[in-house]
């Protein structure tokens, strides 16, 4: 028997050293590393055939951060298609009289697309969709509007952000949540610019587009030279006001600054209305600019109802999940989420999405044994997800008809993306091979993804939580493993 397995490992030399190497390197680089040791990490990678090539606590539901995205856009591309495109619809209520005068209300009936009015190089520009809604009010006889202009979200539950975000998250770009009916990513946009001496105020400017709703608290100083661009903002949908604190430096130039926007319907129609005018297409106001929260007490006609007059897509969906995944977009990930819940159970709510991606994914076989999902972007931090889990989805993915699509959505060492400086100085043929997702909170770091090695297609997933250092400590650690699982996939066997 002994004489046997020896023979049986010197005809399989260069599988099992590869193998030993990896799991190696995980047993003696970072089990014996103090900043790893005192931190709670999980990690798995498979073969092609789900063999194990190295394990670390794989079972362990940990945060996810930003790798949450993969599961996602898979599941957005699964469920929706590729070429899935998000709409919006021009509608009205009430009657239009011989003279062009609509007696009624103009509807802009959103249907969640996350790209409308973005500044991303994806979007269709504003100006152009904004004239095609201009062209139907026109081609449907309608010279002057006798009523409001309505911003229609109702295609997602209202709610704007989920309850576990944290509250220092919610100003910030990457802050914004999912609406029905978005407008720039749900974005606010400022100009700001320091005082001439230390402790002087800070200008803030709001620039278009316009909030209609908002007002602002400016408490933010002047700070020291070196001080940077320090400056927090608070906000939240009970309350249409934002909040700026901190200190600005006096040797910081004028330069603009992106907070999140808790009334992204409102804005989008305010816009609107100043096109409409801008456009001879006279209604009573910016006063009339209305979100169906705040017609509590007047009529709202169920959209079944509603006359349709013109409808505007986003680009297809592979292209928004493309910038979700290189460039880590929250906002895009959280519409996707809702919608894939929207179409699945008919609800667009975080509770309904959340349950039916779950549900979506155990139909298909996977194990969600290990699985909580709270958001779609990994922002929350009650998303927890085992690394056993993510090898068990991408096994999935790899089958999937999508697949090809959403391996080329993911970033890599060296291409476009938050991976870009990641294995930095490593052969580029080697970097090649890694598509992956990365992810960062306050003490956590994650990659998760594929390895295409010659041995066939890898899945990994590495989630480190809870170390007590800058990442900047334990990034080096983490690239190996990404070193060592690649080079065992180029490593030919004998």
């Known amino acids: 028997m002994i004489k046997k397995i020896f023979l049986a490992l010197l005809l399989l030399p260069g599988a099992l050293f590869a193998q030993n190497r990896v799991q190696n390197y995980v047993d003696n680089e970072l089990k014996k590393d103090s900043l790893f040791i005192n ?29 949450m995205k993969t599961i996602t856009t898979g599941v957005a591309l699964e469920v929706l298609g590729p070429e899935y495109r998000f709409s919006t619809k021009i509608a009205y209520d009430g009657e239009i009289n011989h003279r062009g005068v609509l007696k009624g209300n103009l509807y802009i009936v959103g249907g969640a697309d996350p790209t409308l009015g973005s500044r991303d190089t994806i979007a269709y520009p504003i100006d152009s969709i904004f004239g095609e809604w201009v062209n139907a009010i026109h081609s449907a006889g309608i010279k002057k ?4 202009i309505v911003a229609d979200d ?10 576990t975000w944290q509250w220092g998250d919610l100003g910030y770009d990457y802050g914004s949540g999912a609406s029905g009916l978005s407008f720039c990513e749900n974005m606010l946009f400022f100009e700001i610019e320091a005082g001439t001496n230390v402790g002087d105020p800070v200008r803030i400017l709001p620039l278009e587009p316009y909030s209609p709703y908002m007002t602002f608290v400016n408490e933010v100083t002047t700070g020291e030279k070196g001080d940077g661009e320090n400056t927090s903002y608070y906000a939240s949908d009970l309350s249409p006001v934002g909040k700026f604190t901190g200190t600005y430096g006096v040797d910081r130039r004028l330069d603009t600054i992106v907070r999140s926007n808790k009334y992204g319907p409102a804005t989008c129609a305010n816009a609107f209305s100043i096109y409409l005018h801008n456009h001879n297409i006279k209604h009573d106001g910016f006063a009339d600019v209305k979100t169906l929260s705040t017609m509590h007490n007047e009529r709202v006609t169920p959209q079944d109802s509603l006359t349709y007059i013109g409808e505007t897509f986003s680009p297809e969906l592979i292209e928004i999940v493309n910038v979700t995944n290189r460039i880590s977009n929250n906002f895009f990930a959280e519409t996707m989420l809702k919608t894939v819940g929207k179409t699945l159970s008919g609800r667009g709510s975080y509770y309904s999405s959340t349950k039916a991606l779950k549900e979506y994914l155990a139909d298909r076989g996977i194990s969600v044994f290990g699985f909580t999902q709270d958001d779609g972007s990994g922002l929350s931090r009650e998303n927890y997800v085992s690394t056993r889990f993510f090898c068990g989805y991408y096994t999935m993915m790899s089958k999937s008809a999508t697949f090809a699509r959403f391996f080329e959505s993911l970033p890599g060492p060296g291409r476009p993306g938050t991976l870009s400086n990641v294995l930095k100085n490593d052969d580029p043929a080697l970097k090649a091979t890694i598509r992956a997702k990365s992810g960062s909170l306050s003490g956590v770091r994650c990659y998760a993804g594929y390895v295409d090695s010659q041995k066939g297609l890898f899945k990994f997933a590495i989630l480190v939580n809870n170390y007590s250092c800058p990442t900047r400590m334990v990034q080096p650690k983490i690239e190996g493993f990404l070193r060592e699982l690649a080079k065992y996939g180029a490593e030919i066997e004998q």
């Open 39 to 67: 931190a709670v990490v999980g990690i798995l990678a498979v073969d092609a055939d789900g063999n194990e090539i190295a394990s670390w606590n794989p079972d362990m539901p940990l945060l996810t951060a930003s790798t």
């Open 145 to 148: 509007i006798d009523g409001k």
């Open 154 to 163: 109702r295609f997602l539950v209202d709610e704007t952000i989920p309850g």
